[in-house]
């Protein structure tokens, strides 16, 4: 979720608007315009149903899938290994999972929301929001659901410093966790039917486009609202999972 958080996040290609910014080797560069909007209505892979927040690449470099894997993050200032768990699971689960995970921190947590509404891909604005009680977050995270699951410009990290523990629902709608111990996570991601798949890839590890709009701005400026949040900081994300 950003250095304001203390843990990384996988790179971004954060596009507005549905509307993908080609480069060279992009497999959006010559597409019609029937193509692109054929491509971008696509939300379905088999059994795996995306939000509206992301698409994959036309050339499917990484078909969406359900899964998680373990993963590791090298914490520079204490040169320390930190596990970590990446996993993606269908829009149905999406957003109970998400509120089943936030109960594994405890009564009281910290929020950090991040935007990349008026920006670009390494330009995002983060927010925090210290002590709140999980029930009352857990109560403006509902009001707010349509924005946390389909706005490509949100994300969301949940953390409680005793712990040492943190959960991110990133730009991506990947659910990543990190801290010791691991196993409580793991226990509600196959209640869940989110099963391990240590050779799993996500959509953030391949050409992708992110999707947003005006309506999901002014929703996220009503949501930092209704947590108390007042300022923004500026943050780095250059730095990916290891």
């Not at 520079?76 to 990446?86: A, H, Q, S, T």
């Not at 670009?120 to 946390?148: A, G, M, Q, T």
């Not at 009503?222 to 780095?236: F, I, Q, S, V, Y």
């Amino acid at each position: 979720m950003g250095n304001a958080s203390g843990f990384p996040k996988s790179k971004t290609t954060n596009q507005a608007d549905s509307a993908p910014r080609s480069t060279p080797t992009s497999s959006f560069e010559k597409l019609t315009n029937d193509e692109l909007e054929a491509h971008m209505g696509v939300f379905r892979y088999g059994a795996f149903d995306l939000t509206d927040a992301v698409r994959p690449s036309y050339d499917l470099q990484v078909v969406p899938k359900q899964g998680f894997r373990h993963d590791s993050y090298v914490d520079p200032k204490n040169n320390i290994d930190v596990p970590v768990i990446m996993a993606s699971a269908s829009r149905e689960r999406l957003f109970d999972l998400f509120l089943d995970m936030i109960d594994c921190l405890g009564d009281e947590v910290d929020v950090v929301l991040e935007t990349s509404h008026h920006g670009n891909s390494s330009d995002h604005n983060d927010l925090y929001r210290e002590h709140i009680d999980v029930p009352v977050l857990k109560s403006i995270l509902c009001d707010h659901e349509e924005l946390i699951l389909n706005d490509g410009c949100t994300g969301i990290a949940i953390l409680n410093p005793r712990k040492q523990q943190e959960i991110q629902f990133d730009e991506h709608k990947m659910l990543l966790c990190y801290g010791k111990p691991l196993e409580q996570f793991e226990k509600i991601f196959i209640e869940h039917d989110v099963y391990p798949d240590e050779s799993i890839r996500f959509i953030s590890e391949a050409e992708h486009v992110h999707c947003s709009s005006d309506k999901f701005a002014r929703e996220f400026d009503r949501l930092t609202a209704a947590l108390g949040m007042d300022e923004g900081l500026h943050r780095d994300n250059n730095s990916d999972l290891v």
